[in-house]
């Protein structure tokens, strides 16, 4: 009977955790594992929370949801609340610590249903419109999450786990980098928490996933691959530091 | 979607309603009629796609009933023909699957399970399995296989399609919307590259040539002894084909002390709980009808001839119990149910309650 690695993802709509979670997936698969992954989806409404179901193993994975992730990471405040179930003792909770606003639910959005894996960014009616149109393009559920606030309440992080590990993703992804690869970020801090996967194979994963866009636009290919080695740093030296 | 081909065998990392359109295009069928409903709109928009590439037809209907009603006339005229839907759009499509019971057409339905009654979830349940064993106003005459993993949702559909045009019994693939969204690992293949030969389909009515008898299927009985004469014929060719097609996969029956009965989706949980339960030491048994119709009966009641107690857990309240106790009765073995209508069941949940037996 061989181990499961089972991995919650969760975040705003806009956030990109279904895409990381479906690269995650993918590149196990590439590496000969079993890997399943499942989006929950419903008829939710704008401002829901979007949450992804990583399982990874050598054998047979059981059901498709699970109770205790071993790697938990919510992203917003929301998340936080929504995942709390799927915190258990022997689970590393990795959170993101920045100070950004929780999406606003405008009310004229309140309502709006979507019938799809990903609920649609809650921030405003025009998403996309603080970023720059040739990264994004052909990516409508891309969403950025800029403005300051009070972003994820310690107070709220589940107590009895084995480890917490704040990591400030959106602050470095919209400092240093670009608010477009926060998600990345998280998938390099995934990939050092997890130890499963090599580095590698996550690169070939999101040259599959981006290759066009990476032609097009070679700078775009360096931020990824950049936003992704910082986030496995952020886990690994936070590992260090024990 | 993916781009891959049927060439040879190929590992694909894929949705499950992927899987369904792929099957389709690897049992070689000619068109699939449809009308879109949540979580199965992905095999008509994958279907769609593949289509055009490989010279296939599509035909969306205004609903449902049309659907399926179409479908039947696709296949009376010798196309090899499908339709796929859940839910309420399941309950529309029992009328034409009672009437492929009666006229015996090898109809093909891919249900992906969502909540229920009515519009209820467009997520996930086992609340279809009563509806799809035995919908429609006759004896259930029809073959229901219950999936669990991708690589059985791509195997079944092809054989749904041999089933079909093999019995003339109307035939289901009964999935879910967990099994519909999530991706996991599968191998694609040509069937008839790994031996599996495909059925070929053939008009059912009509005949131009000189000579030949003008062949018509009728749906319309004038008298009540007619009729009986009829649904009796029908139900021996049925008896005969349960004994052939009937499917079931059983796991350390011989000594358990409590067998474990589920299908489809929540089979995968029960699999990983005998696992780990095993591993404990525990007398554990795992047992699963892959056919809920014909159920295994016999089978079950084989399995579970040991054991003390049988945890029978399952996603809706009590229609698979309905079947386990329809298998069971006489036998001296107490029932645990474990029921759970609309949500889904984890390892971790069935390992929980069979610790409390």
Redesign the interface.
């Known amino acids: ?1 061989a181990d499961v690695i089972k991995i919650v993802l969760a975040g705003e709509g806009g956030q990109g955790v279904q895409s990381i979670a ?1 690269i995650l ?2 590149a196990a ?2 590496e000969g594992k ?6 929950n ?3 939710e409404q704008r401002g829901g929370v979007s949450i992804a179901y990583v399982q990874i193993s050598d054998g ?9 992730a071993d790697i938990l990471i919510p992203l917003s405040a929301r998340a936080v609340k929504r995942t709390k179930q799927h915190a258990g003792k022997e689970t590393v909770y990795i959170y993101d610590n920045s100070l950004v606003q929780e999406a606003e639910v405008n009310d004229n959005i309140v309502g709006l249903q979507y ?1 799809d ?1 990903t609920p649609p960014c809650p921030v405003s009616n025009t998403p996309n419109d603080d970023l720059p149109q040739d990264l994004i393009s052909g990516e409508p559920k891309t969403c950025s999450f800029t403005k300051s606030g009070p972003g994820i309440d310690p107070a709220d992080i589940p107590a009895d786990v084995a480890r917490v590990i704040p990591i400030p993703a959106n602050d470095i992804a919209k400092d240093e980098l670009h608010p477009r690869v926060f998600n990345i970020i998280i998938l390099g801090a995934v990939i050092a928490a997890t130890k499963v996967l090599p580095m590698e194979s996550i690169k070939t994963a999101l040259e599959v996933k981006l290759g066009e866009k990476f032609k097009s636009n070679p700078k775009l290919r360096e931020m990824n691959f950049t936003a992704l080695d910082r986030g496995y740093q952020l886990i690994k030296n936070a590992v260090r530091r024990g | 979607m993916a781009d891959v081909s049927l060439k040879g065998e190929q ?1 694909v ?1 894929m949705t499950g309603n992927e899987v369904v359109a792929w099957a389709a295009v690897a049992a070689k069928v000619d068109i699939m009629y449809g009308y879109p409903i ?2 199965q709109n992905e095999i008509m928009h994958y279907w769609t796609r593949l289509a055009p590439k490989y010279g296939k037809k599509f035909l969306q209907t205004e609903d449902e009933i049309s659907a399926g009603f179409t479908m039947l006339g696709g296949v009376m005229t010798g196309r090899k023909a499908f339709t796929a839907t859940a839910g309420p759009g399941n309950v529309l499509m029992q009328e034409s699957a009672g009437m492929a019971e009666m006229m015996r057409l090898p109809a093909v339905f891919v249900i992906q399970q969502r909540g229920g009654p009515s519009t209820a ?3 996930y349940a086992q609340q279809e399995t009563t509806l799809t064993a035995f919908g429609g106003n006759g004896e259930g005459h029809r073959l229901v296989y219950s999936t669990a993993t991708h690589q059985e949702l791509f195997d079944y559909t092809i054989k749904a399609f041999n089933s079909a045009w093999t019995y003339r019994f109307p035939t289901f693939v009964l999935g879910d ?2 099994q519909a ?5 599968l191998t694609i293949y040509e069937p008839e590259a790994k031996g599996v030969k495909l059925v070929q389909q053939q008009a059912l009515v009509g005949e131009n040539k000189p000579g030949k008898k003008f062949r018509h299927l009728r749906n319309t009985y004038n008298t009540e002894d007619e009729l009986y004469e009829v649904v009796m014929a029908n139900q021996r060719e049925w008896d005969v084909m349960a004994k052939k097609v009937v499917e079931w996969s059983a796991e350390g029956c011989e000594d358990a002390e409590v067998v474990m009965v589920t299908h489809g ?2 089979s ?2 029960a ?3 005998y ?2 339960l095993r ?1 404990k030491g525990k007398k554990a048994g795992f047992f699963r009808p892959i056919t809920v119709r014909p159920f295994p009966d016999q089978q079950l009641a084989d399995a579970v001839k040991g054991a003390k107690k049988v945890l029978v857990a399952e996603s809706a309240y009590g229609q698979l119990l309905k079947m386990v106790k329809e298998a069971l009765y006489g036998k001296n073995v107490e029932l645990v149910p474990m029921l759970r209508p609309g949500i ?6 069935l390992i929980e309650e069979y610790n409390k037996l």
């Not at chain 2, 969204?181 to 690992?185: A, F, V, W, Y």
């Open positions: 009977m479906e997936a993918e698969n590439e079993s890997a399943l992954y499942i989006p989806f419903g008829v047979h994975i059981g059901a498709p949801k699970f109770q205790k019938f894996v | 590992r990392f949540t979580p979830t467009v997520i919307g967990y969204k999530m991706r996991e690992s989706v929540v995968r949980a699999l990983s709980a696992q780990q591993a889904g069941i984890t390892t971790e949940e």
